[in-house]
């Protein structure tokens, strides 16, 4: 059967049941993979996948069951388990499904993988890296081709698809020169073309250099509280957390977001615009569909530095009797700005560019602490020395309301479009 008819085939059984209603999701994946490791390319394999998640709701009892095979019998099976489970489920009045508004069926991208492409943009990849930077060793390299195809149904009516084939890159890296090295990095992007060399995309090239620079770094002297110039990637990763930690089901559900009573209030500086993106033709890993059985549409989240909405699902918005967010499942897209990236450098006098944060969970209200990697010393508006790790802290959304500036240059992963940001009140601690 066909994803659709799949689906189809499950509400059927569903109504069967006698439940008052439910849901399913059905998938289909094909993954081909060229893998590099140790120093050679080392697998092509490729991977099948099929999965079926099935919800039944009966009474505001809501039960749920997986399988991972399309055979009628499990499909059957899986209907049966969900049924049985919701007699035994709490009451929930939040539980529901979509209302019907208009079917989505989405195809793009490219359904059948090349090997040799897939090959061909490796092997550049090693000779391109070899040729312009010389230092870097490559601890493992993924080129893969991924193609998905995918339905959400309700006994409601709706029917929801979509397929889409990408082809992404993951690289881990270091740069060994004798018995220095520096510290690992990654990177990663996903594209609908196959023509591009896979050094062009994404911020490959910018850290490969960098890698290589770190080869050699200081500590930071003294603590202070500066300013950082966040790369996207680590820009990403503060909007992220905002979010996670603001703006979610969870957190606005047990009422503990500190931003539960922000809507159309300012959050964070006039400078930034954040939305969540559907189908676009800028993000070939956006998306049609959302998770929770409606079209997916665009969303602003931050406009002007105004909370414009929280991102809440179907689930969520019943629940807190707060609007459903259209993109709540979408695509990151931080606006840019209009300064040039080394204007905004020149404008720090002490601080850091920030490439990457590893530390642990932020604190509810968005604390966090950790280490600074793969990162650089800004000295009156200059980039100098690689620093060894440095332990910096601060305030994830404060970070937010202290953006200065943003860069007009923006780094798009195929998943996400996001400028550089110029932030402060960030505790720097070195030695």
């Known amino acids: 059967m066909e994803i659709r008819e799949i689906a189809a085939f499950l509400c059927d059984k569903i109504r069967g049941t006698g439940a008052d209603m439910g849901r399913c999701t059905v998938r289909r994946g094909e993954s081909t993979e060229v893998y590099y490791e140790s120093g050679k390319i080392s697998m092509i ?44 489920a709490l009451e929930d009045e939040a539980e529901g499904i979509s209302e019907r508004t208009e079917d989505v069926s989405s195809d793009r991208g490219i359904r059948r993988p090349d090997r040799g492409v ?27 081709h991924r193609w998905t195809e995918g339905a959400v149904a309700n006994t409601n009516g709706v029917m929801l698809s979509e397929s889409n084939g990408l082809l992404s890159y993951d690289a881990m890296f270091m740069a060994r020169d004798g018995e220095n090295t520096s510290s690992f990095n990654y990177t990663g992007a996903a594209t609908d073309d196959t023509v591009t060399p896979l050094i062009e995309r994404g911020e490959l090239r910018r850290l490969l250099g960098e890698s290589q620079r770190q080869l050699e770094t200081v500590p930071v002297e003294g603590k202070f509280v500066g300013e950082v110039i966040l790369a996207p990637s680590m820009l990403e990763e503060v909007v992220g957390e905002v979010c996670g930690l603001f703006l979610e089901d969870g957190v606005l559900i047990d009422g503990t977001s500190p931003w539960k009573d922000k809507l159309g209030r300012q959050v964070a500086s006039p400078l ?160």
């Open 45 to 88: 394999r490729s991977v099948f996948s099929e999965s079926v998640s099935v919800a039944v709701i009966n009474g505001q009892r809501c039960g749920s069951a997986s399988v991972n095979s399309f055979e009628r019998d499990e499909l059957e099976r899986a209907v049966a388990e969900a049924f049985a489970a919701s007699e035994h």
């Open 118 to 144: 897939l090959y061909g943009l490796l092997k550049g990849l090693l000779e391109d890296t070899a040729r312009e930077f010389p230092k870097i060793s490559y601890d493992n390299i993924s080129v893969s």
């Open 272 to 431: 930034v615009n954040v939305t969540m993106k559907a189908l676009c033709g800028e993000l070939p890993a956006s998306s049609a569909v959302a998770r929770d059985g409606y079209p997916a549409r665009d969303a602003e989240i931050i406009a002007g530095g105004v909370l414009k909405s929280f991102l809440l699902s179907r689930y969520g918005a019943k629940k807190t009797g707060l609007a459903r967010c259209p993109g709540w499942d979408g695509a990151l897209c931080v606006a840019p700005g209009t300064d040039r990236l080394a204007d905004m450098i020149a404008g720090v006098r002490r601080g850091l560019l920030v490439n990457r944060f590893s530390g642990g969970a932020p604190s509810p209200n968005g604390d966090f602490s950790g280490v600074a990697k793969n990162s650089f010393l800004i000295e009156d508006g200059a980039v100098t020395a690689a620093v060894s790790e440095t332990m910096i802290s601060g305030n994830f959304a404060q970070m937010l309301a202290d953006v200065s500036a943003l860069s007009a240059e923006t780094l798009n992963s195929g998943g996400s479009i996001v400028p550089w940001a110029r932030t402060g009140g960030v505790t720097i601690s070195g030695k």
